[in-house]
């Protein structure tokens, strides 16, 4: 039956990485959604997913190409052909004068794995430039390099998220689930319900509402609280000895460090009392299954990959990772944050999760893909330093964005603004004109989630298959289309870059055969089928690996490794000037940069505008009131933002969501100060002061 007479179609939410279940009609040509049951869902949708079909009717979805010849020119419709022709010929043009890095490429964790694979490609071979990075850099970099050092492998998840329901204790470290992921909550829920539940947030958030513990550390002084909760477990006789000897190695070192981190210490710092972070260490030792769960509050941050690890270390400690019932997890953040990592967009990173200097993984890659190991670059710029440079005398001069809305969501916005007005040729892949777009040189309008095919990677290392829903409008074409007429255009033979997604994800699966994310056993069919199909699927046969670990870790020997870290304290500290800490994230009704979610009328009536959370006695200290329009400011920006006074945060921290646009960008403030293994910028404080607009 052909697409178009279908009544409905499965398929999964286009937002975040819980992927929820989701039955999309196409009834008269107008699509609506409704929840379906899934794992990770439970038959839930959150706001944004009921109003996903809104996204395929927005009234400024773009239908033609648009370019403008010089940056004093308004963008114009033309055709594919005038609108490819000119690009290649521009990227030819630098590439000759210049050399292959003189080109960047941005992706997005929201792209489809077909599209992520075929992206990387595209770079190192058409293009032969280093320079390619993704936003997925500012999101789970972190979590992943501490979960190898840890464990060997990265997989935010390496146990269903199912899991968690028989949990009878649940320690979430930088997550709001309750308006992030809501569906989240129902696994969550029984720890809950059973008193076992505790919450690391600055904010007494909807998630921490429900905890039974609720330890509200300042910005930046996450590492410091594990460190003393560690101690604690020491201190108490709550470690698992037998666990430490037979399974990990490293602790010895780690409490050394530890050692001079007692309760008392760190409550002076993060301002957590000492009995609170007692309680909640007794709560994850003497439960008969336990989770440490960590996310974006307490990964993004200069010294990330080491509080992600100290976290790691009281996990470890316990005695939970790698058995049955209990364990680590990070929550991944976007749609296909997971998979997008695994395949190619990371400036260090080949198919199947493979590093690009590894010699055997070039030879593996450069053999599917039928090149010389040679020709292909070696590891690029992480996601800010490229953005950084761009059009400096040593970076790109053209930058290809797909899925990404860098104006709005890089941190310190303005100057990345900059940096793109810099550039001789942007060009952007969107399916609106988004707050890059509209600076771009190049607009190509490109299909939406529920009109095309193509998978997913959940949080749980799940491989979905979203099916092709509905038609797409006349005039737009796929991101695989829009490479191949690129690639074609540079040279490249026609074959090597296809524009069907089942046969992208067939020679994806070849590439990643036998690397740590291995796709390989995993075909359309199987997914069409329903088949539960969490990576490494090493074989057509192979049922999938829903749980890692339990058998021996992913380093030689099997052993998982602590990591002797210690806290630092944030990259900017405030002081008289900047008095107060400013943290960001999101909000139950957006998204990301909000370019989609800004577009759907229902999600803008409940949440219109920037605003910034206050203490009533921080409001008072800096003259502003409930429902005023503030200024924020640090030493980058300022922004724009209606004041809204709660007690539910601490009165040294101010709290903005990061949706909104122009004035009101919240990374205007942001501190791009770099954690040194990941290159992940410090979004989650920076040193602000408050006053009236």
């Not at 022709?85 to 521009?90: E, H, S």
């Not at 470290?173 to 308006?179: D, I, L, Q, R, T």
């Not at 600055?202 to 509402?209: D, F, V």
């Not at 201190?235 to 309760?263: K, M, N, S």
Request: net charge negative; hydrophobic share 40%; charged share 20%.
């Amino acid at each position: 039956m052909p697409v178009d007479a279908r009544v409905e179609v499965d398929t999964h939410c286009p937002y975040c990485a819980l992927q929820c279940g989701m039955v999309v009609r196409d009834e008269r040509a107008e699509a609506t959604v409704a929840p379906r049951e899934f794992p990770t869902s439970r038959g839930g949708l959150c706001q944004k997913g009921w109003t996903a079909a809104s996204l395929l009717r927005a009234p400024d979805r773009l239908t033609t190409p648009l370019l403008r010849e010089s940056r004093d020119a308004p963008l114009r419709p033309v055709g594919w052909a005038e609108a490819l022709d000119y690009v290649a010929l521009r990227l030819h043009e630098l590439r000759d004068r210049l050399g292959p890095d003189a080109v960047g490429v941005f992706g997005g964790g929201g792209l489809t794995n077909e599209k992520a694979y075929l992206l990387g490609k595209f770079a190192r071979v058409a293009l032969g430039t280093s320079k390619i990075d993704y936003n997925g850099r500012f999101c789970m970099s972190s979590a992943a390099a501490a979960g190898i050092k840890a464990f060997g492998v990265d997989r935010g998840l390496p146990f269903p998220a199912s899991d968690l329901a028989d949990a009878d204790a649940i320690l979430l470290v930088g997550a709001n689930v309750a308006e992030t992921m809501p569906p989240f909550m129902r696994h969550i829920r029984p720890a809950a319900d059973r008193g076992g539940l505790i919450v690391v947030d600055p904010r007494r958030t909807a998630t921490a509402e429900t905890a039974a513990v609720h330890l509200q550390p300042a910005p930046g002084t996450d590492l410091a609280l594990a460190l003393g909760m560690l101690h604690a477990a020491v201190a108490d006789g709550l470690l698992d000895h037998q666990y430490i000897a037979e399974r990990t190695t490293g602790f010895d070192e780690v409490w050394r460090i530890a050692a001079a981190w007692w309760p008392e210490r760190v409550e002076r710092i993060t301002g957590v009392p000492a009995a609170d972070q007692r309680a909640a260490v007794a709560l994850l030792a003497k439960a008969r299954n336990a989770y440490v769960l960590t996310a974006r509050g307490t990964e993004q941050h200069a010294t990330g990959v080491a509080t992600v690890s100290a976290w790691i270390n009281l996990c470890l400690a316990l005695g939970l990772c790698g058995r049955p019932g209990s364990g680590f997890g990070c929550l991944t953040g976007q749609g296909n944050g997971q998979g997008g990592r695994e395949h190619g967009q990371k400036a260090d990173q080949l198919p199947g999760y493979r590093k690009i200097d590894d010699p055997a993984a070039r030879a593996h890659v450069a053999g599917v893909w039928g090149v010389s190991a040679d020709e292909l670059p070696g590891p690029g710029p992480s996601a800010y330093e490229l953005l950084d440079s761009l059009g400096t005398t040593d970076g790109p001069k053209a930058l290809l964005v797909f899925g990404s809305n860098i104006v709005v969501s890089a941190p310190r916005a303005g100057h990345i603004a900059e940096r793109l007005e810099s550039l001789e040729l942007l060009v952007t892949s969107d399916f609106v004109l988004s707050e890059t777009a509209a600076v771009a040189d190049v607009v190509l309008p490109v299909t939406q989630w529920a009109e095309e095919d193509g998978t997913m990677t959940n949080l749980e290392g799940r491989i979905l298959l979203r099916g092709k829903a509905v038609t797409p409008p006349i005039g737009v074409r796929t991101d695989l289309d829009v490479l191949h007429g690129l690639a074609t255009r540079l040279g490249q033979p026609a074959y090597r870059f296809p524009t069907d997604a089942e046969t992208v994800f067939d020679e994806l699966g070849r590439a990643s055969a036998g690397g740590p994310a291995d796709y390989s056993g995993i075909s359309y069919d199987r997914l069409r089928d329903g088949e539960a199909l969490h990576w490494p699927v090493p074989a057509a046969d192979h049922p999938g690996t829903p749980r890692l670990f339990l058998d021996g870790f992913a380093h030689p020997g099997g052993l998982a490794r602590f990591q002797a870290v210690d806290h630092t304290g944030p990259a900017e500290p405030t002081d008289t000037e900047f008095p107060l800490h400013a943290t960001t994230g999101r909000v139950l009704q957006h998204y990301q940069s909000g370019a989609q979610t800004r577009r759907v009328p229902a999600l803008m009536e409940a949440s219109p505008e920037a605003f910034v959370e206050v203490h009533p006695d921080t409001a008072r200290r800096f003259g502003v009131h409930d429902g005023q329009w503030a200024a924020v400011e640090s030493r980058r920006g300022a922004v724009q933002a209606r004041v809204r006074c709660v007690t539910t945060i601490r009165p040294d921290t101010v709290f903005l969501p990061f949706h909104f646009p122009g004035a009101q960008r919240a990374n205007l403030l942001t501190n791009p100060a770099l954690d040194p293994t990941s290159r992940m910028p410090e979004f989650k404080v920076c040193a602000v002061r408050l006053g009236a607009a």
